[in-house]
């Protein structure tokens, strides 16, 4: 959905691209092109690429007839560059320095606003503090303080936000009684409303769902990377619990909803009429006695008015204790849920989620509970997989436009052998540049599978005209390579120059689209390289597989 504009506009762009091609510019080329001859004249340009298309065509030599060599190290080279992925990490998308992150202090409960206001301007000036600081605004109440902090930005020649915010981190961990939560604004966090890291623990008692999530906390922190772990089940608020003993009550001819009815009543008042004055109804609420509502033991005493016409006290058929009760409950399948989140910091998605998971596998679930690793986590690998078989569709989507326009399913094979090549550049590009493989890198992958068959398609196609008109193979191989130097190297220059801009990430935003335009500049770059020494290979050895079936009885 994100990158639909984009495929639109490439798909778009390159068909009339085509139509241009077929039709304004070889009227423009009859127009406006003139060859002028010039005697005993030659540019260096000219003569530094005569010589650079000499040593090409000895190297070209040299490598046809050496093919297992070639081939060999093709491999060699591939397995190499396909392995340096081990070691970049994968993330869901790349993090952009928004200049901005959020500080939230959460209260104990009863914390008066006076209270709130003097730790929010403490927290204030140890932040002000630091380099690089814009502005911060405050929106603050009795249970909690939210500061937004803007930041001058990486972008505009200040440090990058999460190093701030990590700063920041370590000067609020000494504020005690107060639970300080420092996140960095991502676009993809606000847009899928999830932490990188999340973790669900299911089960059905509370208590037990409180310790899991505690040890998990625990567990989390120590690993590098993890910043600000917490659990979804905050401390609750102090609350009266009364437990109706039925039986009890049956004797007295009361029932559960008669007594809740009446502690109701006491608590929140009751609705007797309506009082009606200049054609405005006014409610009258009735409510107990303010000294039966002021404490645990007055509420003990409370009378409740029988069938029978008597009263006996609440305590005779209920049990009444002072609880701490949870703030909220969530469920997913009807089964309650505890959450486990955290930020990251100077490490990958992939690599700390994966080192979470290890450490989780050796703690000792309680029987019925069960845990999910989630969060940004979950939807990259969701969209890795989803690319990735949207991948190998381009691919075979590819190969059938090359077979039905060669009529042949052997050269279109040939061709496709660029396809793994541009992978591994790609690959090595992230690993060169440190970025990790993320969904804008696959997208990047995706567009390399259309691309860099051009190069093999120009090439594979001169040589089957040039051995058309009689010339023997090996000739046909080495003087299609030369004279299709040059248009392979524009074609490739132009689109690599075209991304440079993108691959630097200039401009706001432009982290995301970084490792898309890496992926493409080197992907292209080593198969382009290759294609002009490999393919011509793979070619010479596909043609004499052919050729020895065709000498087949």
Partial sequence: ????????????????????????????????????????????????????????????????????IIL???????????????????????EMDRGEFTITANFPPGTILAETEKVSSNIESLVISLPDIELLH??????????????????????NTAEIADQARGLLQDIAGVDIDVSVSSMMTSSFGNSPISISIQGKDLKILEQISNDFVEIVSRIEGTRMVASGLSTGVPEVEITVNRYK????????????????????GKTVTRYRLDGTEIDVNIIGQ???????????Q???????????????????????????????GQIRVAQVTSQI?????????????????????????????????????KALKDLSQALLLSVLLVYMVLASQFESLLYPFIIMFAVPLSFSGGALGLFLTGKALS??????????????????????????????????????????????????????????????????????????LAPMAITVIFGLSLATLLTLVFIPVVYLLIDNVSFFRRRLP
């Fill in 249 to 268: 009550a049956s004797q007295y001819g009361l029932t559960t909803a008669q007594i809740a009815n009446t502690v109701r009543s006491l608590m929140n």
């Fill in 302 to 332: 409370l009378m409740i008015m029988t069938p029978l016409g008597t009263t006996v006290p609440l305590l005779e058929v209920a049990e009444i204790q002072e609880v701490v009760g949870p703030q909220s409950i969530n469920r997913e």
């Fill in 345 to 381: 910091f100077l490490k990958d998605l992939n690599t700390i989620s994966n080192e979470i998971r290890n450490e989780l596998a050796k703690y000792q679930m309680p029987a019925g509970y069960s845990y999910e690793v989630g969060g940004e986590f979950s939807e990259m690998v």
């Fill in 290 to 300: 303010e000294q039966l509502r002021s404490s645990v033991s007055k509420l003990r």
């Fill in 72 to 94: 060999a190290s093709g491999l060699v080279i591939f397995a190499l560059c396909i392995s340096s992925l081990y070691f970049v990490g994968a993330e869901y998308f790349p």
């Fill in 439 to 512: 969904v804008p890198a696959m997208i990047g992958a995706m567009i390399l599978a259309g691309v860099v068959v051009n190069d093999a398609i120009v090439l594979i196609d001169y040589i089957n005209n040039r051995r058309e008109r009689g010339e023997k193979r090996l000739e046909a191989i080495i003087n299609a390579g030369a004279i299709r130097l040059r248009p392979i190297l524009i074609t490739t220059l132009t689109t690599v120059l075209g991304l440079i801009p993108l691959a630097l990430g200039l401009g706001e935003g432009s982290e995301a």
């Fill in 1 to 68: 959905e994100i990158f639909r504009e984009l495929a639109l506009t490439v798909t778009l762009s390159l068909f009339a691209s085509l139509v241009t091609s077929l039709t304004l510019i070889p009227m423009m080329a009859s127009k406006l092109i003139v060859l002028k001859r010039e005697k005993n004249i030659e540019k260096s340009g000219q003569n530094l690429y005569r010589r650079f298309v000499t040593v090409y065509r000895r190297g070209l030599k040299w490598s046809l007839r050496r093919p297992y």
């Fill in 138 to 159: 405050s929106a603050i109440n009795s249970g909690r303080a939210t500061i937004t902090v803007l930041t001058k930005g990486s972008k505009q020649g200040g440090r």
